[in-house]
């Protein structure tokens, strides 16, 4: 079992307003921290995905290398173990755990690298769908710590068709269930059918089109039988053991994703000064290339790149050695310079 260090966050105000106690953040750490301080990787997750879920983009000899960089991989609020629905005593928890927004992860982060760590400068930050919406956050709020910037299958905001998703393929999944009592059922077993649809319908919205096409299945070089096996195992093991309310505070807290917090995002992003490397994945529905192309535009310098992928938005799990091929050149280039 994968063990996580803890950072004290102590009363934690959120953006929404409420002020969670003894709020957390969980977190991992590859690597040594140099003595100058300026070694620092920061790599956050995404929806429903522990930290140990990138250890698959981390490798001596690769880009990211923990023989060379001080690679750090934190939690968010709404995945336990950092604050959570599950683990925030009354009068906050399980249903009644407050609104949280990309924004107060991104807070906490800083008070992390900066507080515990003393760091100063980053760089790189990286991420993925859901995390790629707390490095958008981190380059405008925090821009003079930003070294580099590598957003890979992400925008600085989800497309109204993605925020429809995380409404309706995710969160409606679970309140429709009737065990969901408002977000005090009795248990997280007692919720499975949800979960279970969540998985169900994430498998057929997340994949490509081709990912199930008869004679070119895509899901047989991943070790599975048959297309229910992947259904079963891949997607509706993603989520099956998650706690449900948890789920639901990630996906509306990704649904609310903005740093222009409601002012022009052309301006926000604007600001960047980090060197910025926007890329998506061909086939990717939940986050398309042509939004990353979009941001890519409004930011000073940045490179955009669009990876040629029979996977879309599923190459975040490194399925194909290609897609990781593509990803590591681009980070070993941008790190380059």
Do not use: C
Not at 78 to 95: K, V
Not at 111 to 139: C, D, H, N, P, Y
Not at 304 to 324: N, R
Request: glycine share 10%; aromatic share 10%; charged share 20%.
């Amino acid at each position: 079992m994968t063990t996580f260090d803890f950072f004290e966050l102590g009363d934690f105000s959120l953006a929404g307003g409420a002020t969670v106690p003894d709020a957390k953040l969980a977190y991992r750490t590859l690597g040594t921290l140099n003595a100058a301080k300026d070694n620092a990787i920061l790599f956050p997750t995404f929806l429903a995905a522990p930290p140990e879920a990138l250890d698959v983009w981390i490798g001596e000899g690769r880009p990211l290398d923990p023989t060379k960089y001080f690679i750090i991989l934190p939690g968010h609020f709404g995945l336990s173990p950092s604050t959570s629905p599950e683990n925030t005593p009354a009068p906050f928890e399980r249903g009644a755990f407050p609104a949280v927004h990309i924004s107060d992860d991104v807070i906490a982060q800083h008070r992390l690298v900066t507080e515990k760590f003393g760091i100063s400068e980053l760089q790189l930050i990286l991420g993925w769908s859901v995390g790629s919406l707390q490095i958008w956050e981190w380059a405008v709020r925090f821009a003079p710590m930003v070294k580099r910037l590598a957003s890979i299958a992400g925008s600085p905001r989800p497309r109204p068709w993605t925020k429809l998703w995380l409404r309706y393929a995710v969160e409606e999944q679970i309140t429709s269930d009737p065990a969901w009592q408002g977000g005090f059922y009795p248990s997280i077993e007692s919720v499975q059918a949800g979960l279970r649809r969540v998985g169900r319908v994430t498998a057929i919205t997340a994949p490509t089109t081709g990912f199930y096409r008869e004679g070119e299945e895509l899901w047989r070089p991943l070790g599975f039988s048959s297309d229910g096996d992947v259904v079963s195992r891949l997607f509706e093991g993603l989520f099956i053991g998650q706690d449900p309310n948890g789920v639901i505070a990630q996906a509306r807290k990704a649904a609310l994703a903005d740093p222009a917090h409601g002012g022009e995002l052309a301006d926000a992003l604007g600001g960047i000064t980090a060197k910025t490397l926007v890329a998506g994945f061909t086939g990717d529905f939940l986050f398309p290339p042509e939004e990353s192309r979009r941001a890519a535009a409004l930011v000073p310098g940045a490179k955009y790149q669009e990876i040629p992928s029979s996977y879309g938005h599923l190459a975040t799990f490194a399925l194909s050695e290609q897609d990781v091929k593509n990803v590591d050149q681009l980070l070993r280039d941008l790190l380059s310079d």
